[in-house]
């Protein structure tokens, strides 16, 4: 591998996957792994909508889904707060599969936000905005477009894209290995018929 790499990884903080891989991320900047990574949002909503229909970040609240306000509030902090992105990023994961919350709640993700430092309510500001919100479908349709993104998480160094599944939280040795499978350009499928 080269002394640094660069890649993207997206996520919804509904899927247990993009939970998976973004946990050996985290780790592995916190080890200072050689990599520089672009944390891109995904809605999982906007994916399954009908062809047509209206784009998700511009329905009324009420009928924008359940991934919308986490993936928000992640941005807000990614882009203005980004000290603390990796741990709201880890702690609002966390509070999803490992508390069982509702992060469709915005108690939920200011009450995540609070225990990791930030003040909620600046946080909110940012959400309120609505930067946050032209983020999301900016970057949610550029994953389309370039890498024909349809879940999360896709990982993408250049103009190569995989989706990932790994089912146990990842260590940074897993994603560099999910590193080195996606800059191998013979590698189409990888699929285990029976686990």
């Not at 309120?128 to 919100?133: A, F, G, N, R, Y």
């Not at 160094?157 to 994603?175: E, G, Q, S």
């Amino acid at each position: 591998m080269p002394d640094r790499l660069t890649f993207s990884a997206t996520w919804d903080y509904r899927c247990p996957f993009a939970r998976n891989m973004h946990a050996g991320i985290i780790a592995g900047l916190r080890a200072d792994a050689p990599w520089d990574v672009t944390f891109r949002p995904f809605l999982l909503d906007q994916a399954h909508a009908e062809e047509g229909e209206l784009p998700v970040w511009e329905r009324p609240p009420e009928e924008r889904g359940t991934g919308l306000l986490a993936l928000t509030w992640g941005l807000a902090v990614r882009d203005a707060f980004p000290s603390h992105f990796l741990s709201f990023h880890e702690a609002l994961f966390a509070a999803r599969f490992e508390s069982a919350e509702k992060i469709q709640s915005e108690q939920v993700v200011r009450g995540v936000a609070s225990a990791v430092g930030l003040d909620p309510d600046e946080v909110a500001a940012v959400v309120t905005s609505e930067e946050p919100l032209a983020t999301l479908a900016r970057e949610h349709n550029q994953a389309v477009k370039e890498w024909e993104a349809f879940g999360v998480p896709t990982i993408a160094i250049d103009d190569r894209a995989v989706f990932v599944r790994l089912m146990d939280p990842a260590t940074p040795d897993d994603v560099d290995r999910v590193l080195t499978l996606t800059r191998w350009s013979s590698l189409n499928e990888f699929k285990h018929a029976h686990l």
